[in-house]
């Protein structure tokens, strides 16, 4: 679980969801202590079904987040989990929280999944944005959808040592988010195919969507 003060800045990964289980609820919540100290620094608070920051979490997990999952009555569910590359089989409520994001017009919370280089033993296949974006003030012609894009780690990153740089052959798009960047380094350019696949944009490029998937 991510958070930021505000669009534009800094994440922090203040806490984490785990299960030991795959196709089990056990899922546990618990913060981050050291990631905690820091985002509280500049405001962060908590998250407000989980109060106590020494407390491990275990019950009522899908209630407390359940305003961040698409609900099942809505006509543009299957539209909205395909624009994620989140309807593939075997797919539970956490796993679509993962690829989903579970973002809110209300809060700066994400939910970032560390993904694997598979899943059920398929390449892993999954939707991220660019990070840092407001900052590079890009032409809104810089990208189009489809084209290919291209990583490079940054490990000399002052302010992630995790930091992973996207690119459209040598030009600087942006970063990849924190929690999803530790993803790039499990993985070699080759075996990955990473494409634009969504785009806002309004007189200045505002968010780029990719797609990155584990050639199988």
Same mark, same amino acid.
């Given at each position: ?25 056990? =899922? ?5 202590? *050291? ?5 509280? &620094? @500049? %405001? ?28 099942k ?14 309807n593939?089989?075997?797919?539970d ?36 944005s =660019? ?5 590079? *003030?890009l032409?809104?012609?810089?990208? &189009? @959808? %489809?084209?290919?894009?291209r ?27 924190k929690?999803?960047?530790l ?34």
């Amino acid at each position: 679980m991510s958070w930021r003060p505000g669009k534009g800045d800094g994440r922090y990964l203040v806490g984490i969801f785990s299960r030991e289980n795959s196709s089990g609820d056990d =899922i546990v919540f618990k913060y981050i202590n *050291d990631q905690v100290k820091e985002a509280q &620094k @500049i %405001g962060f608070l908590n998250y407000p079904d989980f109060p106590d920051f020494n407390k491990e979490y275990s019950t009522n997990l899908k209630t407390a987040l359940t305003l961040r999952l698409m609900p099942k009555t809505r006509a543009d569910r299957n539209d909205y989990l395909s624009f994620w590359n989140a309807n593939g089989e075997g797919l539970d409520w956490f796993d679509e929280l993962g690829f989903t994001q579970g973002e809110l017009a209300t809060d700066t919370f994400e939910f970032l999944a560390e993904y694997p280089k598979r899943h059920n033993g398929i390449g892993i296949n999954f939707i991220s944005s =660019i990070a840092a974006l407001s900052h590079l *003030d890009l032409s809104p012609d810089c990208v &189009k @959808i %489809g084209d290919k894009l291209r990583f490079e780690l940054e490990p000399k990153n002052q302010f992630d040592k995790n930091a992973v740089k996207i690119l459209k052959g040598k030009d600087l798009i942006g970063y990849v988010k924190k929690g999803h960047n530790l993803f790039f380094h499990k993985v070699k350019e080759e075996e990955v195919e990473i494409k634009v696949t969504n785009l806002e944009k309004n007189g200045k490029m505002n968010q780029i969507y990719f797609s990155v998937k584990v050639n199988n």
